[in-house]
């Protein structure tokens, strides 16, 4: 039913980047770029940055001004700069410039989190994996599909719990789902078509 709904919305940045055969480095930047940043802001910035350059190598080299001109107006540009900066130098020099595909080592790298680290290993390599953001960890509590304190025990759950089979998609569907239906503050429950199985966990104002 989720994905049937989402369908009349956008797909999320990161997934339409995967489905333009876009390289894991690629994907990792994006990531980095699209951190409280909206998805128009972060294509745009993309495209920018990538006709640039769009390996470690050649991104390594532009001056840090240049990745600021070309990323601006994402959120935090200037930190975002330095942080790609030194991601380039590390996947240049530990590396030998391929992006590692385990979380372990990802989360290693500099501005690079565990949602991060779990979008480039699902969307970047295609292997399993589960990333809980926000919107997922928000509506699968709002569902009482899980109950957890944060994305972690979430991602934990729900590895042992959702069919592995789900598991590549299910970030795509739940953020064009929170971002346009079950929003955090008085979702649209009344056009929703999971309403009568939603516990509404934490929903004191609905649509």
Not at 25 to 33: E, R
Not at 118 to 137: E, M, R
Not at 187 to 196: D, G, I, M, N, Y
Request: aromatic share 6%; glycine share 4%; with cysteine.
């Amino acid at each position: 039913m989720v994905n049937e709904a989402v369908r009349q919305w956008p797909a999320p940045v990161l997934g339409v980047a995967a489905a333009k055969s876009a390289t894991p480095f690629q994907i990792l930047i994006a990531c980095i770029l699209s951190l409280r940043t909206k998805d128009r802001v972060t294509s745009e910035a993309a495209i920018r940055l990538f006709s640039l350059a769009s390996n470690p190598l050649a991104m390594s080299r532009l001056k840090l001004s240049v990745i600021e001109a070309a990323i601006c107006p994402v959120a935090f540009y200037r930190t975002k700069s330095k942080q790609i900066h030194d991601t380039c130098h590390t996947l240049i020099n530990s590396y030998h410039s391929q992006v590692p595909s385990s979380i372990d080592e990802l989360v290693t790298l500099k501005g690079v989190g565990r949602k991060t680290a779990n979008l480039v290993v699902t969307v970047g390599f295609g292997k399993p994996g589960i990333c809980v953001d926000v919107h997922v960890h928000r509506i699968c509590n709002r569902w009482g599909y899980v109950e957890s304190r944060n994305a972690i025990e979430t991602e934990s759950l729900l590895k042992g719990k959702l069919p592995d089979r789900y598991w590549l998609t299910f970030n795509d569907l739940l953020v064009s789902f929170g971002q346009n239906l079950c929003r955090p503050v008085s979702p649209f429950c009344s056009k929703c078509p999971l309403e009568t199985h939603c516990s509404k966990i934490g929903v004191t104002r609905n649509r």
